[in-house]
């Protein structure tokens, strides 16, 4: 069974709704048929919206050390549960030796499992994933067009606010 590392802590609840979810659907009867994880749960990773959006503090090097970590710990791929970290992620995988399971690349697969399939993708999403234009290029890269509310749409309804601050369950 591989080992999984869990690179953490932007959004420590995203974090924790990943394990429940990766322990959830993990086939087991017992613990020992469970997976392997290391789990680096840092709070303290730079902001990825202030990266994105006002050219803060670049994550890459923080986000490197995690998986520099894993890959010292014998993972076999990693995860990332925060979509604003995966602008930088290319950088960090060209310098380790584990393979990456992408939020992006988990999203278009489960896209095209739907039957039937869809052709366009609403998304609903942070300032900063949307500017760094995650998903569309994933989605459009797979064949899909992607519909997202337009800057105005996305300052000025309430609806989408609240998404933006995780304030809906």
Partial sequence: ??????LGGMGPAATADFLQKL????????????????LWSNPTIPDRTEAIVNNGEDPTPHLLDGAQLFQRGGADVFAVPCNGAHAFLPEVVKNVNIELVSILDATVYKLQQLSPTPKKIGLLASEATVQAEL?????????FELLTPNHEERHGKKEYAAFNSERIS
């Fill in 135 to 143: 998903y569309k290029k994933a989605l459009e890269k797979a064949g």
């Fill in 1 to 6: 069974m591989k080992t999984i590392g869990v």
């Fill in 23 to 38: 322990v959830d659907s993990t086939d087991a009867a017992t613990d020992q048929e469970h997976p392997k994880v290391l």
